[in-house]
């Protein structure tokens, strides 16, 4: 009940700004997906949801305000229970399940809500200051980001809309055509100093390139990465690393450096219609043994540091092609060089008028999988799911 009030509360607040010539847009997205453990003896997981996702924003002045809630009310075997065990940078937060109040693990019914974003964002002349629940976010690789430490898609991941919100204050200050510095701090689980983090980024334009460097603290770890990304011949080359030193401020001892790069290349061809790249992605913390699989996974730089690759070498070529300019489909694979596995995704939209589109969309892990923890180790994207999705969204 408390997080149905909540729900009325916001919904009403949305009501009252909007009233005030607020801007108010949101997003109608029904979706059905069914989602295969690729182990043996499991079975299809079907969900049907109808996610709504209102947004307010208004401005006054150099004051804007903005305001995102998400009502996602799902059926399925089970449906969805809002509990999916992954740490974000807030403060606090209800129960994101309004229905039912308790889960047994079998429910075929359920309602979920998010305050998704909730900020005041100050435009002067000297900084963008933003304060409140907002995306944060950065760098410029394709498969997988080595500095987007805050909330990362995890690669595979069909819907990539809207990146989740969280609890920071950031500016960013303007120093130059194309260069700014970029600084914040992130607020963990009650504000403690061991949940939050903070970063300090600065972007620049340097001999036709594009430069960043970054240094960030979070869940005592520090990062320093960076990349460079510029123009070459008909495309654009790219790199993005960083080093992580996991535990650093932690009494544990349980300190372990670790890095991480990924780099490519992409052009267009065809009018830009038909578009590839391809990028490699290495690991220092993964192995070359599959049989280690287990000891990476129980390993500092999986459990503290952002890492959930468990090898060292990968491949990811991807490509995009806009068949007609209401109907693209796009095509990417991440492979791991050491066991031969492969995690591929497909997906596909198609216009129907200027507000209202269909998606559809295939991530399947390819590999071997083990039966026996005594023999064969498999590979590792034999045991990611295969996720197949529906969904049709309505833009007002």
Wanted: charged share 15%.
């Amino acid at each position: 009940m408390k997080q149905a009030f909540a729900g009325l509360l916001l919904l009403t607040l949305i009501a009252g700004i909007t009233a005030r010539a607020a801007e108010l847009s949101g997003i109608l997205k029904p979706k059905f997906s069914i989602t295969d453990q690729s182990l043996p003896d499991s079975s299809l997981t079907c969900i049907f949801q109808v996610p709504l996702r209102l947004m307010v924003h208004q401005r006054t002045g150099i004051v804007n305000f903005n305001v995102a809630w998400v009502l996602s009310p799902s059926a399925g075997n089970p449906a969805l229970s809002g509990e999916n065990g992954v740490h974000i940078f807030r403060i606090c937060d209800s129960d994101n399940r309004i229905f039912p109040s308790s889960w047994n693990g079998d429910e075929s019914f359920s309602i979920l809500q998010d305050i998704d974003r909730l900020n005041i964002r100050l435009r002067t002349t000297f900084t963008t200051l933003t304060i409140g629940r907002q995306a944060v976010h950065w760098g410029v690789a394709k498969s997988v980001s080595p500095t987007d430490f805050i909330a990362p898609f995890q690669y595979g991941t069909l819907d990539t809309e809207y990146r989740m919100g969280v609890d920071a204050v950031r500016s960013v200050i303007p120093i130059g055509m194309m260069s700014e510095l970029d600084a914040g701090y992130l607020f963990g689980k009650d504000a403690q100093f061991f949940n939050s983090g903070c970063w300090l980024r600065g972007r620049f334009y340097l001999f036709l390139t594009d430069a960043t460097l970054l240094a960030a603290c979070f869940r005592e770890n520090i990062m320093v990465g960076g990349s460079l990304n510029r123009s070459i011949g008909e495309g654009t080359g790219w790199v993005e690393c960083a080093f992580v030193s996991t535990g650093f401020f932690s009494n544990n001892c349980n300190e372990e450096t670790c890095w991480s790069l990924s780099t490519g290349y992409d052009r267009s061809w065809m009018n830009a219609a038909l578009y590839g790249f391809l990028e490699y992605h290495f690991s220092s913390p993964g192995t070359d043994d599959p049989e280690y699989y287990p000891d990476i996974l129980a390993g500092s730089a999986c459990r503290n540091g952002g890492i959930y690759l468990l090898g060292k070498h990968y491949l990811s070529p991807g490509t995009s092609w806009a068949v007609t300019p209401l109907l693209n489909f796009t095509g990417q694979a991440l492979v791991n060089l050491t066991d031969g596995s492969a995690c591929l995704s497909i997906t596909s939209e198609y216009s129907i008028s200027q507000n209202t589109v269909i998606n559809a969309g295939i991530s399947r892990g390819l590999g071997s999988i083990s039966n026996d923890p005594a023999g064969d180790a498999g590979s590792e994207f034999g045991t990611w799911p295969g996720y197949y999705f529906l969904s049709a969204g309505y833009y007002f």
